[in-house]
């Protein structure tokens, strides 16, 4: 069946301009979860979505970050006023049920350069 | 300190070497721990989980050390195809993820 999908797989910008990214998780997975790796980094958490509870937004690097999922499915993710040091990849990675120790299925990323 | 530690690399090895390697984790009530393995510039996927008892996966051996709170993997009679980043992940209420070690495993 179809795998985790991010668009775009790449984006350019300039610094100061808003991005937004999205993420389609596999069909019927609840969880759902943003991060993002820099070059050479481990992946740092940014936030969690879990069926109809409140986001834990806890890995958000600052108050330009934001992000949300609609009708539990699709979920995008805004960058405002983007800065160099936001250029990284994002992941989106979803999970059948909330348990940490559920498989984490990843999408291939966005690609982000922030000029 | 990072939440996840890991020798980063490369470990540089020939076809059918043995190669081993660990990362340690700095909390101490971590309830599940995993290895993923991420090719070069595509998304992590997972390899396998760890188990307090050990576990194997074909060549792939895990080991969880929870009084010295470090995970290890083995991995025996490499394949060029093993050559990839493995990143050591440490599950509480969120995965955290460490920064991986590079295995590059030569003909």
């Given amino acids: 069946g179809a795998g985790v999908s991010q668009s775009p797989s790449n984006k350019v910008t300039e610094k100061g301009k808003d991005v937004e990214l999205r993420c ?11 991060y993002r790796q ?17 986001p834990d937004k806890s890995g958000l690097p600052s108050d330009r970050f934001s992000a949300e999922r ?17 250029s990284a990849v994002y992941l989106c990675a979803s999970s059948s049920d909330r348990g940490p120790s559920n498989e984490q299925f990843f999408g291939p990323g966005t690609r982000l350069t922030v000029l | 300190r990072k939440e996840v530690e890991q020798d980063p690399g490369p470990f540089n090895v020939p076809e059918g070497a043995t190669v081993a390697f660990n990362c340690t984790y700095s909390n101490s009530a971590s309830q599940s721990f995993f290895w993923y ?3 070069c510039r595509k998304e992590p996927k997972l390899l396998m989980s760890v188990y307090s008892s050990g576990n194997e996966d074909g060549r792939f051996t895990a080991q969880l050390n ?35 070690t590079t295995v590059t495993v030569r003909a």
């Fill in chain 1, 24 to 34: 389609d998780p596999i069909s019927g997975h609840t969880a759902l979860y943003w």
């Fill in chain 1, 38 to 54: 820099s070059l050479g980094q481990g992946l740092e958490f940014l936030i969690y979505f879990q069926g109809n509870s409140a």
């Fill in chain 1, 70 to 86: 609609t009708g539990g499915s699709v979920s995008t993710l805004t960058i405002q006023r983007t800065q160099q040091e936001d």
């Fill in chain 2, 37 to 39: 393995r991420q090719d």
């Fill in chain 2, 66 to 100: 929870r009084a010295s709170q470090y995970i290890s993997l083995l991995i025996r009679d490499s394949k060029l195809s093993d050559s990839a980043t493995y990143l050591c992940v440490v599950a509480f209420y969120k995965l955290s993820f460490g920064a991986g």
